[in-house]
């Protein structure tokens, strides 16, 4: 299974007990993003390289669910080929514990140690600065206790932050936090930020450097000088951007976290930087050099990396074919939103104005006399995977933060749905997106376009 256990994929559709069928739930809040089983639909295939239930690709055919358009990349974008070969090779070859003091030990250290060295290297920073985590979510929270047990002062922390940065602030940083506002485009607002750090008193600043929801891209590398120039630590939660565009200069972040599932690794890994002299979250082992207890996650690293090396001949770099390759598909992109916005009179584009991942579009839908999930259900059965956003973690719909913070209204956030490609999702399945959503505008009565 690759879609994000907890994406609102799982929400508005009820997986019916038969092989293949989906039916449209009712739009209930409380219940309809609970993830519910979908039977044995899993990655499939054996090492003989037979995979019947999962092909990687844009078009995903996946037992039990048939062929789907994903374009819910942001929650979780399916294993690559590399990443599922380095992740089955690494099982073989390196089963021992890398703590361990025989041989099989050592070559499974020696493999995570590599694997670190190449890590650093694209980030550009100290190799011995990144400790691998269960994914970013765990990172940001082991980041957040670190400020909040090891430093003084004030933290400044983006609005549009993701829960696993704002909800360990309020844990660890009760009084300490200040919020930075976004402007209506997205945005950190930079003059707020100026006089806020000419003011003093300020320990950290956190902003992320892709927003998940809307794709909105922040002025990181200018808050990195800012901050450096002012003594202050600048952390980044780059999930959204590693593996999608140039990773060159996120290492020079003071603190940085990343999550292998949003680029095409595994699920269950990711990695941070984090300076010497870091308070541990996780204690009870020495791994990672007493920053990070537990026993690492061999496979998953390994095939992590794997996974940002197939993507960095394309964005890991800014050499290669990326030079080419990223226009073209912010150029799909765009497109789909003009013909959108020409077809279904009254959407709105968040951030249109401003820098975006060229994979992301968040659009708040005309009312449709219903919630947004209406519009997912039906695009789902439709074989189009979307979402409505970041909000379905908790099992329970709430307004999106990131939402209320550049100035949409609840009713505005409800329907909003968050469309998100992937590598391979070409300009043919933009425009199928497009007939799907406009099919689907006219069944729910919005008005259409006569083209
Ligand atoms: N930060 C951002 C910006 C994200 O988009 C996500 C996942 O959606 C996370 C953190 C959490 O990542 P993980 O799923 O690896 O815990």
């Known amino acids: 299974m690759w879609a994000s256990p907890s994406s609102c994929l799982s929400g508005p559709v009820a997986w019916g007990r038969e092989r293949g069928t989906v039916r449209e739930g009712a739009c209930r809040p409380e219940a309809s993003c609970v993830p519910q089983p979908r039977g044995t639909a899993g990655p499939g295939g054996d090492r003989t390289g037979r995979s019947p239930e999962i092909s990687l690709g844009r078009f995903i055919a996946v037992r039990d669910i048939g062929r789907v358009r994903y374009f819910d990349h942001n929650a979780t974008h399916p294993l690559s080929a590399a990443a599922r070969e380095s992740w089955l090779d690494a099982v073989d070859r390196f089963p021992a514990n890398p703590s361990s003091p025989h041989r099989w030990g050592a070559r499974a250290s020696a493999a995570v140690e590599e694997a670190r060295e190449q890590l650093g290297g694209w980030l550009g920073c100290r190799p011995q600065d990144l400790v691998w985590t269960s994914g970013a979510t765990e990172a940001n929270n082991a980041i957040l206790h670190h400020l909040g047990t090891a430093t003084h002062g004030t933290v400044l922390i983006s609005a549009v932050e993701h829960p696993s940065v704002w909800s360990p602030a309020r844990r660890w940083l009760d009084g300490r936090t200040e919020t930075i506002p976004v402007r209506v485009s997205g945005v950190v ?31 990181w590398r200018a808050l990195q000088e ?54 541990p979250l996780l204690v009870g082992g020495l791994q990672e050099e007493g920053r990070r207890a537990g026993t690492v996650n061999v ?8 996974a940002l090396e197939e993507r960095g001949a394309r964005v890991a770099s800014p050499s290669g074919d990326s030079a080419e390759a990223l226009p073209v598909r912010a150029s799909w992109r765009d497109q789909f939103v003009e013909a959108l916005k020409d077809a279904v009179p009254g959407v709105r584009v968040l951030g249109e104005s401003v820098p975006r991942l060229w994979n992301t579009v968040a659009v708040i839908m005309p009312e449709a006399g219903d919630c947004r999930r209406r519009w997912v259900a039906r695009l789902d059965k439709l074989g189009f995977a979307v979402s409505t956003g970041s909000a379905c973690s908790s099992g329970r719909e709430q307004p999106s933060p990131v939402l209320a913070a550049m100035g949409c209204r609840s009713d505005e956030s409800d329907r909003m749905l968050r469309i998100s490609a992937g590598w391979d999702t070409s300009g043919e399945d933009w425009t199928a997106l497009l007939s799907a959503i406009r099919q689907t505008a006219t069944e729910f009565g919005v008005a259409v376009d006569r083209q």
């Open 299 to 306: 496979a998953g690293i390994l095939s992590m990396v794997a």
């Open 189 to 219: 607002d930079l003059d707020w930020i100026d006089a806020r750090v000419r003011r003093g008193g300020v320990t950290a600043m956190v902003v992320m450097a892709a927003n998940n929801e809307t794709g909105v891209i922040q002025p």
């Open 226 to 279: 800012l901050c450096h120039a002012s003594e202050i630590r600048f952390v980044c939660d780059a999930a959204q951007w590693l593996g999608r565009l140039p990773a060159e200069g996120l290492g020079a972040s003071d603190l940085l976290t990343a999550s292998a599932h949003k680029f095409g690794g595994p699920q269950g890994v990711g990695v941070m930087k984090c300076p010497v002299g870091f308070r």
